[in-house]
């Protein structure tokens, strides 16, 4: 048995394997793919302390996943199932294993929900975007269109204002999800422009994100979206996110999906913590991710030695 079974090898879950493991607890990561989660798919890092020149995703998944290997084990595989009630915790696993353990770190982490069109897949991490911390600083001096109507959206879209030479907001409607607040100080900005009652319907390029072309919903009416100049765009997308929790329904309290946890990272069920982005919260960042593998990891040492739930 194991004391602590930390579920997907994010940012989060190898924080908290790191921490774990240099506690001297028994300590198995089980990770469906590639260690590093979101952030190994993302072209650089520039965000994250300690960050060097020209830090790759991959790189620092890398060397996450080194570190954190010194002190805990690994499991490639799917988990199918999941027992989180009582003393002893059980881990399904698509090979036939069960897997038992006294804690449970949940750091299945969120996908962000995608516009599923031409040109998308194509060019992520060349021009498309789900991240605007991230890559806004990559495009200096562009033209950048942002794709959603939600609060994050339209923040985002006025937090490129500092980097982009213009920044246009496409909506499907012709209202925002966003709060007014936010609604009215992006139409104040100059720098920002709106299409709205319009839809992306394919993201064009040859290296690099050149075009966007867009229909309206009302007229069916569809245009190309580029730079005046032929240079590069970036196009930013805010649709919303996906937390990776079904397999968690009906054994632990969560709203829309997000696992509701309290500032130790604790959910409803004892011994069961969640980190990350598949935990309701304001900020989804490596930074906060990390922070959130710590905290877990350093209470359920606690926990183990005795303390009470």
Same mark, same amino acid.
């Given at each position: 048995?194991?004391?602590?079974?930390?579920?997907?090898?994010?940012?989060?879950?190898?924080?908290?394997?790191?921490?774990?493991?240099? +506690?001297?607890?028994?300590?198995?990561?089980?990770?469906?793919?590639?260690?590093?989660?979101?952030?190994?798919?993302?072209?650089?890092?520039?965000?994250?302390?300690?960050?060097?020149?020209?830090?790759?995703?991959?790189?620092?998944?890398?060397?996450?996943?080194?570190?954190?290997?010194?002190?805990?084990?690994?499991?490639?595989?799917?988990?199918?199932?999941?027992?989180?009630?009582?003393?002893?915790?059980?881990?399904?696993?698509?090979?036939?294993?069960?897997?038992?353990?006294?804690?449970?770190?949940?750091?299945?982490?969120?996908?962000?929900?995608?516009?599923?069109?031409?040109?998308?897949?194509?060019?992520?991490?060349?021009?498309?975007?789900?991240?605007?911390?991230?890559?806004?600083?990559?495009?200096?001096?562009?033209?950048?269109?942002?794709?959603?109507?939600?609060?994050?959206?339209?923040?985002?879209?006025?937090?490129?204002?500092?980097?982009?030479?213009?920044?246009?907001?496409?909506?499907?409607?012709?209202?925002?999800?966003? +709060?007014?607040?936010?609604?009215?100080?992006?139409?104040?900005?100059?720098?920002?422009?709106?299409?709205?009652?319009?839809?992306?319907?394919?993201?064009?390029?040859?290296?690099?994100?050149?075009?966007?072309?867009?229909?309206?919903?009302?007229?069916?009416?569809?245009?190309?979206?580029?730079?005046?100049?032929?240079?590069?765009?970036?196009?930013?997308?805010?649709?919303?996110?996906?937390?990776?929790?079904?397999?968690?329904?009906?054994?632990?309290?969560?709203?829309?999906?997000?696992?509701?946890?309290? +500032?130790?990272?604790?959910?409803?069920?004892?011994?069961?913590?969640?980190?990350?982005?598949?935990?309701?919260?304001?900020?989804?960042?490596?930074?906060?991710?990390?922070?959130?593998?710590?905290?877990?990891?350093?209470?359920?040492?606690?926990?183990?030695?005795?303390?009470?739930?």
């Amino acid at each position: 048995m194991y004391d602590i079974i930390i579920l997907g090898a994010g940012p989060a879950g190898l924080t908290a394997g790191l921490y774990a493991g240099r +506690s001297k607890l028994k300590t198995l990561i089980i990770e469906k793919n590639i260690p590093g989660g979101q952030i190994a798919t993302t072209a650089f890092v520039d965000n994250y302390p300690g960050s060097m020149e020209n830090a790759t995703g991959m790189g620092l998944s890398d060397r996450m996943y080194d570190q954190a290997k010194e002190y805990c084990e690994f499991l490639t595989t799917n988990v199918t199932s999941v027992e989180l009630e009582g003393e002893v915790k059980k881990v399904h696993t698509d090979d036939g294993k069960t897997l038992e353990a006294k804690v449970i770190i949940i750091s299945t982490g969120a996908s962000h929900r995608k516009l599923e069109v031409p040109g998308e897949s194509e060019f992520a991490n060349m021009g498309v975007s789900y991240c605007a911390t991230c890559d806004g600083p990559f495009y200096n001096g562009l033209d950048i269109f942002v794709v959603g109507g939600g609060d994050s959206a339209v923040e985002e879209a006025i937090y490129l204002t500092k980097f982009g030479k213009s920044v246009t907001i496409i909506h499907r409607r012709d209202e925002f999800r966003a +709060s007014q607040v936010v609604v009215d100080k992006a139409r104040a900005n100059e720098k920002i422009k709106f299409e709205l009652d319009s839809v992306v319907n394919e993201i064009r390029g040859d290296k690099e994100t050149t075009s966007l072309i867009i229909e309206n919903v009302k007229t069916g009416e569809k245009k190309e979206l580029k730079s005046d100049d032929n240079d590069p765009i970036g196009v930013f997308i805010f649709v919303g996110y996906i937390p990776q929790t079904d397999i968690f329904k009906d054994q632990i309290d969560m709203n829309y999906g997000y696992i509701v946890t309290d +500032s130790d990272m604790k959910t409803n069920i004892e011994g069961v913590f969640a980190v990350g982005d598949n935990r309701e919260k304001s900020v989804r960042q490596m930074v906060t991710a990390a922070g959130d593998g710590c905290t877990a990891a350093v209470v359920a040492n606690r926990y183990l030695e005795g303390q009470v739930w």
